[in-house]
């Protein structure tokens, strides 16, 4: 490990050499420096500029990998290292730097096959033992995250097969926004209810004293304009739900037309049965 000293040194000495020879390849090694000092930003120009002069420089596309790597440009870092490899082969330190960016991927199968590799060479070292348990954990963290998905695709099936679902009085007369503004605050574990114009002003709620709608409704509008860009900008198609889960509430937000109605949920909610609701609903204005 270079101490503080060492790097300023190694600092000077590259920008005094590349100051005598723009062309030189030392471009690199001060890039490398800037990067261990923590000077992100220095180390990401120097070693761009220097690879425009020499993109066929296997050493500096790695340095370039680590840079990209330590400012969590992990898609950079990924191709940087592919292209270093293709240019001068597989290292120990290239094996090493792949198996950190899989990980930080969430590509944990790919990471461990790497990891393998270098485990049969070096067994006893501390540093691939971490890089294991980072392995394990992702993959745990990664197989919960999928059996609550579906769970809550379980949990929709059911409610969506429900009586209450199935005949709930939505479509035996013509909906309003007032009809489904009631429908909605009547939901159990129903906080508050709420129609919001596109100004992200309230137009009618049903909600305690106590519930600060003004501001809640200035949000939720700001969530739906933000979304709503996003989309666009991806071509996704046109947003009908919303679904906001914080330490205290859930905001179910169903996007009619320029309305939003905004449904304040308690924790022990059905949020599976409330996102059919609300879509029958939203079809329902929009059909009359």
């Known amino acids: 490990m270079l101490n503080t000293v060492e790097i300023d040194d190694r600092i000077e000495k590259c920008d005094r050499i590349l100051k005598e020879n ?33 993109p066929d420089y296997g050493g500096g596309r790695l340095v370039m990998a680590k840079i990209c790597f330590d400012r969590k440009m992990y898609d950079w870092a990924e191709k940087e290292l592919a292209e270093a490899i293709r240019l001068e082969g597989r290292t120990r330190t290239t094996d090493l730097l792949e198996v950190e960016i899989l990980i930080k991927r969430g590509f944990f199968a790919k990471a461990q096959v790497v990891l393998d590799k270098l485990k049969s060479t070096d067994s006893r070292n501390e540093y691939y033992r971490t890089l294991q348990s980072e392995i394990d954990d992702g993959r745990a963290d990664k197989k919960a995250a999928l059996a609550a998905t579906k769970e809550f695709y379980n949990q929709s099936l059911r409610a969506e097969r429900s009586p209450e679902v199935q005949h709930d009085g939505i479509d035996d007369q013509p909906m309003t926004f007032d009809r489904a503004l009631e429908t909605v605050a009547k939901y159990p574990n129903m906080r508050a209810a709420f129609l919001v114009n596109s100004q992200g002003l309230v137009e009618n709620s049903i909600a305690p004293d106590d519930y600060a709608l003004d501001e809640n409704a200035a949000e939720m509008a700001e969530i739906v304009r933000y979304v709503t860009a996003s989309l666009d900008s991806v071509s996704f198609g046109s947003l009908q739900q919303i679904l906001v889960e914080t330490s205290t509430y859930k905001y179910a937000m169903a996007v009619i037309d320029s309305r939003i109605l905004v449904g304040v949920c308690k924790s022990e909610v059905n949020i599976g049965s409330l996102k059919q609701k609300l879509l029958r609903i939203s079809d329902s204005l929009r059909r009359d």
């Not at 030392?26 to 990401?44: N, Q, S, T, V």
Request: glycine share 10%.
């Open 22 to 54: 723009p062309q030189s390849q030392i471009f690199a090694a001060l890039a490398d420096a800037l990067r261990k000092k923590g000077e992100l930003d220095g180390a990401f120009k120097a070693c761009h500029r220097g690879l425009r002069m020499h």
